[in-house]
Nanobody, 112 residues
Framework: QVQLVESGGGLVQPGGSLRLSCSAS????????MRWYRQAPGKEREFVAYVSSSGDRTNYQDSVKGRFTISRDNDKNMVYLQMSSLKPEDTAVYYC?????WGQGTQVIVSS
């Protein structure tokens, strides 16, 4: 079955950077688009970014364009989210998603 395990979250100051990772198994990783979502306290889960199966196409929520970069390594079954110039409003639990399945999430807190 699909398994997704996110890691890399933590506490970071505004303007800082973090790299989130998602380890995937249980499906044909290289054949599937991978997505990152996030859910802030008291808010609905929202789309953040996707990367196509081959990694040649990406798309982002407007609020993270130019600050976040999604990438993948099909040899390692990993997807990444490099986040820079972080803002307090980026505080959320970040999830990776594929085929309607979710990981447990990793918490990102942006605060001074």
């Amino acid at each position: 079955q699909v398994q997704l395990v996110e890691s890399g979250g933590g506490l970071v100051q505004p303007g800082g950077s973090l790299r989130l990772s998602c380890s995937a198994s249980g499906f044909s990783f290289s054949a599937n688009t991978m997505r990152w979502y996030r859910q802030a306290p008291g808010k609905e889960r929202e789309f953040v970014a996707y990367v196509s199966s081959s990694g040649d196409r990406t798309n982002y929520q407007d609020s993270v364009k130019g600050r976040f970069t999604i990438s993948r390594d099909n040899d390692k079954n990993m997807v990444y989210l490099q986040m820079s110039s972080l803002k307090p409003e980026d505080t959320a639990v970040y999830y990776c998603e594929v085929l309607g399945k979710w990981g447990q999430g990793t918490q990102v807190i942006v605060s001074s």
